[in-house]
């Protein structure tokens, strides 16, 4: 490549969607919202926040339509797994070049975007997730949750070969190429430990990256205490079957 092609390609404009899925964060989206706007993104970045509310049975609707916030509302709840999807086809229908994927409840950090992002630009990946364990650094969640973020680390090492730390995390970024996969199927419900098998199966590159995550800014968590092993169940099933269905269905593994 030319000197005057790579100072081009580097000024090149990334059109980033930030996927938001929302289901009752009315407490969360104003600030969450203002936070974005007002973070200093480095200048090549073309930055839009996209809200999907969930069927949101609070105000969150109302909030969004009176920040004048680009969002999409569903006429029915489906899930942060279908949530995400929604997001994540908007973001691959209207050309964006990278969709980064934000929890409503304020956990993540806008300031952290480019540690992701940064990494698909550089073609280092094809799939970025932030991860709170890398270096123990920010809010590390509860003791419980640990434990279950460790087991399905070892569940998709097992069944796929590939380690994620942070398997849980919600704050990870996608590029075209992962876009186009999450535009035909996603896992629905807790869809994150399951979508490590869907991008490895597909042959995606995925790293993890150090970010600082928050604790949850308001409202609750749709996962409580009780709900724990239940939740580890029902997505180790999940996790194992959509490895089964994919490598049936003619995606075999390296």
Do not use: W
């Amino acid at each position: 490549m030319k000197p005057c092609d790579r100072e081009r390609e580097m000024n090149k404009q990334v059109r980033i969607a930030i996927v938001i899925p929302c289901y009752n964060e009315q407490d969360n989206v104003p600030d969450l919202y203002r936070e974005i706007l007002n973070t200093d993104f480095p200048p090549r970045y073309d930055v839009l926040p996209v809200f999907v509310n969930d069927c949101s049975t609070d105000r969150t609707r109302e909030i969004l339509k009176g920040l004048g916030a680009t969002h999409i509302n569903l006429p029915v709840n489906l899930g942060i797994g279908g949530a995400v999807q929604t997001g994540y086809k908007y973001a691959f229908r209207h050309g964006f070049d990278i969709a980064v994927q934000m929890d409503g409840d304020g956990q993540h950090p806008p300031g952290e975007l480019s540690k992701i992002v940064d990494v698909l630009i550089d073609d280092l990946a094809d799939v970025s997730i932030g991860s709170r364990f890398l270096t123990g650094e920010g809010f590390q969640s509860s003791y419980m949750r640990r434990v279950g973020i460790h087991f399905f680390r070892r569940l998709n090492r097992f069944l796929v070969g590939v380690t994620v730390n942070d398997s849980t995390s919600g704050y990870r970024a996608l590029n075209r190429k992962a876009l186009e996969v999450v535009n035909e199927y996603y896992p629905d419900e807790y869809p994150e430990p399951e979508a490590i098998v869907l991008y490895t199966v597909h042959k995606l590159r995925i790293h993890e990256v150090q970010v600082n995550m928050r604790e949850r800014q308001g409202g609750k968590s749709s996962i409580r205490a009780f709900k724990t092993i239940y939740y580890m169940m029902k997505v180790s099933l999940g996790t194992i079957f959509l490895y089964i269905r994919l490598k049936f269905n003619g995606k075999h593994l390296n």
